[in-house]
C-alpha cells in the first residue's frame, strides 16, 4: 500500500492492469520435492513471484534450552534473495519485514504440524523468495506447506494463504506489487481448507464489514483452485 500522489489506475474497463478479472488468481506452478538434502521441499511460481520451500526435521532442538519436553518447535526462517527485486535485501541479516513474515509463517505451521507427536524436537522452515512481486508471504506459506506435506511430517490439514484487497470500491484477488503499492487495502490470509479456519489475517488498510466478507469469499474461492494445484504437485512427485 502507498499513498503515491500519482497513483496509477487500477482498474481500467472492468479489467486490471495485468489483465486479470477482480476475483482472478495469477497463474501458479508447484513442484514437489526439488531440494534433494532437505526432507521436504517445493518450488513455486506464482505470477512473477518464484519461491523455494524446504523443510527439516524433527531433530533434537537446538540449542537445547529452546527445546520443549512436551512437543516440537517450529524454527521458520522468511528471506528474499538480494536479487529478487529491485529494493536491496539480505546485506545485513533480516530486516523487521522478515522477521515478521517469518513469525506469521511460524504461527501458520504450528497450528496444522501435530508437535504433540516429537517432544524434544525442532522442525525447520525455510522460505526463499527468488523473485518477488507482491503476495510473497501467501506464496510462502502456500509453499512451504507442500514442502512440509512431502516431508512426511504429520499435519492435520494443508493450508494455503492468498491476499485480497481494495483498489477504489473493487474487492482484488491476490494483489500483485504495483496492486499492493497502490490499493486502499491488502488482507493475506491463510487457511485449513478442511474446515476453512482462518490461521492467518493481516489488513494492511481499511476493509468494511461487508468488503472483509467479499474478500474472504474470494479467498475461500480461490482456496478451490490452490489447494487442487497443492495436491497435484503432491501426486505428481508421490504417485
Ligand atoms: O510480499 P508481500 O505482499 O507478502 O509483502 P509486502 O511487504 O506487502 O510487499 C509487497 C511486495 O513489495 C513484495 O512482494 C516485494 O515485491 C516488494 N518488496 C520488496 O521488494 N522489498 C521490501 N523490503 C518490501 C517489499
Known amino acids: 500500500m502507498g499513498g503515491s500522489q500519482d497513483k496509477p489506475q487500477l482498474i481500467i474497463d472492468g479489467k486490471r492492469t495485468d489483465g486479470r478479472a477482480p476475483g482472478e488468481l495469477r497463474p501458479i506452478k508447484i513442484e514437489a520435492g526439488v531440494v534433494k538434502n532437505a526432507k521436504g521441499s517445493a518450488y513455486l511460481e506464482w505470477g512473477n513471484n518464484k519461491v523455494l520451500a524446504a523443510v527439516y526435521g524433527p531433530k533434537e532442538a537446538q540449542p537445547k534450552h529452546i527445546a520443549d519436553p512436551n512437543k516440537a518447535i517450529i524454527k521458520c526462517r522468511y528471506q528474499m534473495a538480494p536479487f529478487s527485486s529491485l529494493e536491496e535485501h539480505n546485506r545485513s541479516g533480516p530486516n523487521r519485514r522478515a522477521i515478521e513474515i517469518s513469525k506469521v509463517t511460524k504461527e501458520v505451521f504450528e497450528n496444522v504440524i501435530l508437535l504433540d507427536d ?122
Not at 516431508?151 to 496492486?179: C, F, H, Q, T, W
Not at 475461500?220 to 508421490?238: C, F, M, P, S, W
Open 118 to 239: 516429537f517432544p524434544g524436537c525442532e522442525i525447520d522452515v525455510f522460505v526463499e523468495v527468488l523473485q518477488s512481486d507482491g503476495g510473497t508471504r501467501a506464496a510462502g506459506i502456500t509453499a512451504a506447506a507442500v514442502a512440509v506435506a512431502s516431508s512426511g511430517i504429520p499435519m492435520r490439514d494443508i493450508p494455503y494463504a492468498v491476499s485480497a484487497g481494495k483498489a477504489g470500491d473493487s474487492i482484488l484477488l491476490d494483489l500483485n506489487k504495483l496492486e499492493d503499492n497502490y490499493s486502499d487495502a491488502d488482507m493475506p490470509v491463510a487457511i485449513a481448507p478442511r474446515e476453512g479456519e482462518i490461521l492467518l489475517l493481516q489488513m494492511d488498510g481499511n476493509l468494511t464489514k461487508e468488503q472483509t466478507i467479499q474478500a474472504l469469499d474470494m479467498i475461500k474461492k480461490a482456496g478451490e483452485t490452490i489447494v487442487k494445484i497443492q495436491r497435484d504437485a503432491l501426486e505428481a512427485k508421490y504417485r
